[in-house]
């Protein structure tokens, strides 16, 4: 912005400065927000109910109401009571993914669609079961595996350093 009043050459150039400091100020808010909202811990609730089953892609079924991104580390806890069966329905990223034991209670995630994890994935075997389902899972990061079950067809993909 540049404004002149009546030749004041001085207020013509605070004008200027300050236009740049406001703009410099609305960049940093905006780089501030969005690595804020980059990085979450997102834990399936089950539309309320930890035990029940759904879809993956259903932001209700996460709390907070939000599907898990690429930046996300998402939390599936341990079923508590029953079987629980989570189906992945479209494509899926996200950063890491955590699968605690679920003791004597079924706990599946179904590939009807790829997921990818770009950083880690610590699951235990205690009634979990991927099934692959005819997808693909990529992992990039070592995971850590305590004698995971799979089924279905389909590929696990490790994609980065380290070992499986």
Do not use: E
């Not at 599936?76 to 890491?96: E, F, L, Y």
């Not at 990039?140 to 499986?164: C, E, H, L, M, R």
């Amino acid at each position: 912005m540049h404004v002149d009043l009546a030749g004041a050459g001085g207020i013509c150039l605070k004008v200027a400065a300050a236009a740049r400091r406001g703009a410099m100020a609305a960049i940093l808010l905006a780089l501030v927000s969005a690595s804020i909202l980059q990085a979450a811990t997102i834990t399936w609730d089950g539309n309320g109910n930890p035990n029940n089953g759904g879809s993956w892609n259903t932001g209700a079924n996460w709390n907070p109401d939000a599907v898990p991104g690429a930046d996300d580390a998402a939390v599936v806890p341990a079923a508590t009571a029953g079987g629980r069966s989570i189906t992945v329905d479209s494509p899926v990223m996200i950063d890491t993914l955590t699968w605690p034991d679920s003791g004597a209670n079924a706990n599946t995630i179904t590939l009807n669609a790829n997921l990818a994890v770009t950083g880690s994935v610590t699951s235990s075997r205690g009634g979990n079961t991927l099934n692959v389902n005819g997808q693909t899972l990529t992992v990039n990061a070592s995971p850590v595996w305590n004698t995971p079950f799979f089924s279905g067809a389909g590929q696990i993909v490790k994609d980065g350093a380290g070992s499986y």
